[in-house]
């Protein structure tokens, strides 16, 4: 049986979001040319991607019991991503949320984020899955706030233990993301998965100026068969495997660009995607830009869907 059943670990978030004809000015009030809610958070996106096009996704993360967790269950549900690991935190715990404004004269957007205290997903949750029922897992590198190892490396040494017991056409894969710099606890990822994304704002922070620069670094600090992916805006794509071959895709610009928000989420799906069909990691990486360059034309990411990729 060839399943493809594939899980996102990471946030899920609500982006409350107002275009205005101007910034606002303090104590002031105005109508707004439009409003309206949307789902965010890296994996949140990610598990939906994957979903759009083909895979069996599932997200898993933390809710909270209030209307925003009621607007992500429905959204997950249309876009036909499971959530059925999630845990609901009941009383006192808020989804967290970002209130965004949108200059419309120059696209400028001004983000206030609210997270009070939704507690990240626990090793203990996540030995509660059953993990022969999955192909891929993919973790968001999030910050850990509790305890002195970060959780995600206690459920990627828990996923180790389990390969070790079993065959390798049943062994999982996995992949973990570091895009946010200025976080150095995220650094104890790279050596712990067997696919690692890196983004260019991490790559940048580390002084690394170019997706062939990024993944020949990179790649130094993965585990033994662990193969490194970054990529790079409009430069499109590099990945290195742990032979030290590179790979590189140019991007896929569309015919007019609408929106590039969650591209990067979307060339980490596309990618993993293309990776469980069993897709060199060049052919990958590729399948990567095309999708998230078609995701650039489009608003939102819901139109993936209809979109016919060779
Ligand atoms: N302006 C663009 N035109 C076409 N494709 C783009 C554009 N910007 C990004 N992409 C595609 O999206 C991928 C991810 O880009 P990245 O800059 O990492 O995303 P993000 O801005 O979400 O972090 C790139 O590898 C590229 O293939
Ligand atoms: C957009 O316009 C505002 C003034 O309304 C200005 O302060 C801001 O810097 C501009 N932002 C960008 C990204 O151009
Ligand atoms: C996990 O799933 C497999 C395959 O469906 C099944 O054989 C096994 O008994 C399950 N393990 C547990 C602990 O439920
Ligand atoms: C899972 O299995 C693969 C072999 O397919 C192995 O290389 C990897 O290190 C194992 N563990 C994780 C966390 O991916
Ligand atoms: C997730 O996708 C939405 C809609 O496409 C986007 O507005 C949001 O910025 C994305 N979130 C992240 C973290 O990229």
């Known amino acids: ?38 789902k965010g958070g890296n994996a949140a996106n990610s598990s939906s991607v994957l979903s759009l096009l083909g895979a069996e996704s599932e997200y898993l993360g ?62 203990e949750d996540f030995k509660r899955i059953n993990l022969s029922h999955y192909k891929w897992i993919h973790f968001e590198g999030r910050p850990s706030f509790n305890t002195p190892t970060h959780e995600i490396v206690r459920m990627l040494a828990h996923i180790d233990q389990h390969n070790n017991s079993r065959s390798e056409s049943e062994q999982l894969q996995t992949s973990v993301e570091l895009e946010k710099p200025a976080r150095p606890e995220l ?71 609408r929106d590039t928000l969650a591209a990067g989420d979307t060339f980490n799906a596309a990618t993993i995607f293309a990776l469980m069909e069993g897709k060199t990691l060049g052919e990958a990486i590729t399948f990567g830009c095309k999708v998230a360059g078609a995701k650039c034309g489009i608003q939102g990411v819901r139109g993936l869907r209809d979109i016919k990729f060779s």
């Not at 006192?92 to 957007?109: A, E, K, W």
């Not at 170019?210 to 990945?239: N, P, T, Y």
């Open 1 to 38: 049986m060839t399943s493809l059943r594939v899980m996102c670990v990471g946030l899920a978030c609500v982006d409350i979001v107002s275009v205005c004809k101007n910034y606002p000015e303090e104590d002031s009030d105005q109508r707004v040319l439009d409003f309206y809610w949307q």
């Open 62 to 123: 933390s809710f909270a019991n209030d209307n925003e967790m009621r607007f992500l269950h429905e959204d997950f549900s249309s876009m036909g991503v499971s959530t059925s690991h999630c845990r609901t935190f009941d009383s006192g715990f808020m989804t967290p949320t970002s209130i965004i404004i949108v200059n419309s004269q120059n696209g400028s957007r001004t983000i206030l984020h609210a997270s009070k205290n939704l507690p990240e997903v626990s090793l």
């Open 187 to 257: 650094d104890q990822l790279l050596d712990k998965a067997n696919y690692v994304f890196v983004s260019k704002e991490y790559s940048q922070n580390k002084g690394l100026t170019s997706k062939e620069e990024a993944v020949k670094a990179f790649i130094q600090k993965c585990r033994q068969g662990a193969s490194v992916i970054c990529a790079w805006g409009e430069d499109g794509a590099a990945a290195m495997d742990s032979q030290g071959q590179l790979v590189t895709s140019c991007c896929f610009p569309p015919d007019k660009l």
